[in-house]
């Protein structure tokens, strides 16, 4: 499985889930720390002027994640809450700039 992070200029940053393992919120934080440091390597110019997007997966919510995001002071945006019969396609993630 892949994470993936873009923007509108493109991917900033991805990484590869081993075959048969699930995300969790420990390896959901995991990838929300080497996201902020990718942003700050690939988007220096937009590191505190960016907000996250991601969908409503456990992962996301989980405990430590949010503890993370909080003390980064990565902002996110809301994900409406939709039933997957609805949407057959999952979301990406997408980082938005604020500025």
Same mark, same amino acid.
């Given at each position: $499985? ?8 493109? $991917? ?5 889930? *081993? ?12 990838? $929300? ?23 409503? +997966? ?19 945006? *809301?994900? *409406?809450?939709? +039933? ?16």
């Amino acid at each position: $499985m892949l994470i993936l992070f873009f923007d509108e200029q493109g $991917m900033v940053f991805r990484h590869w889930v *081993p075959q048969g393992q699930g995300v969790n919120g420990r390896l959901y934080w995991m990838v $929300m720390e080497q996201l902020r440091e990718a942003m700050r390597r690939r988007r220096a110019q937009h590191r505190h002027s960016w907000a996250l997007l991601h969908d409503n +997966a456990l992962a996301h919510h989980a405990d430590c994640v949010q503890n993370f995001l909080q003390a980064a002071a990565i902002p996110q945006i *809301p994900h *409406p809450h939709i +039933a997957l019969t609805s949407c057959p396609v999952t979301t990406g993630f997408v980082l938005v700039s604020r500025g």
